[in-house]
């Protein structure tokens, strides 16, 4: 045989050979391709919602233990009330979140006592409504000092976590409630303030403190004041800010 004829058909042979392995590289390529992009990006798992720490801050002071109408002892006190609000709604959100108690009020008269009752605890239901059962409403009320012990013990500054405050009155102690929200807005992780204001309507106990102020503590932290006339109300709202939390259209991204 021809040698030039030999070594013509070796390098058609070797091209050939070349050829058909970069065009399997280019099919494996295009398949690898349309395979990603029919895949889409990989992304993480989403977080289910609402399931961060919660703290309930419950008013016992001295005026939780008037009725509805004129904020005297009756057999219907309004304490009462936020009880059997609270049992409806906190077996659900028990099971959903961890949740913790502070309680403010009863105590030495007329001081400004809060206790932490409960950190943020698996299935605190029970835990919870045992011993809003105890409670007899007494003393005043520094809503200020109880919202910022709930922020430390939700550990602010580093988790994200909600607050969620049942009172029928301002702040009495002394404390600036604004004041706090501001503070806490710039160092919180990412912190909720919910509170829930449960009173007759163009009735409001005497306090050292506009009712502004308490608004502008849960605006200041992604959340919302509410206003509540009742049970219904109470229902509702503790639903709402505890189940889910709601975002107030005031406060702006972080």
Partial sequence: ???????????ETIFTSLATIAGAGLLTALALAILLIGVGPVHAEPKPPCTEDAMIVFDASGSMAGNLDQG???????????????????????????????TYG???????????????????????LRTLDDLTPAGRTPLTSAVAEAADVLDYRKRPGVIV????????????????????????????????????????????????????????????????????????????????????ENSAPR
């Fill in 1 to 11: 045989m021809n040698p030039h004829i030999l070594q013509k058909s070796s390098n």
């Fill in 72 to 102: 005297i002892a009756t057999l219907k006190p309004r304490i009462d009330e936020v009880r059997s609000a609270l049992a409806e709604i906190l077996p659900t959100v028990a099971r959903l979140r961890r949740v913790g108690l502070i």
């Fill in 106 to 128: 009863p105590g030495p008269a007329q001081q400004c006592n809060v206790k932490l009752d409960l950190k943020p605890t698996v299935n605190a239901a029970s835990v919870i």
């Fill in 165 to 248: 405050v049942v009172t029928d009155g301002e702040e009495t102690c002394g404390a600036l409630p604004c004041d706090l929200g501001k503070k806490m807005h710039a160092a919180a992780e990412q912190l909720t303030v919910h509170i829930i204001g449960f009173r007759m309507k163009d009735f409001s106990w005497t306090g050292e403190n506009s009712i502004l102020d308490a608004k502008c503590l849960a605006e200041e932290n992604n959340g919302l004041y509410i206003s509540t006339d009742n049970k219904d109300d109470l229902v509702a709202a503790l639903k709402a800010t505890l189940e889910c939390p709601m975002t107030s």
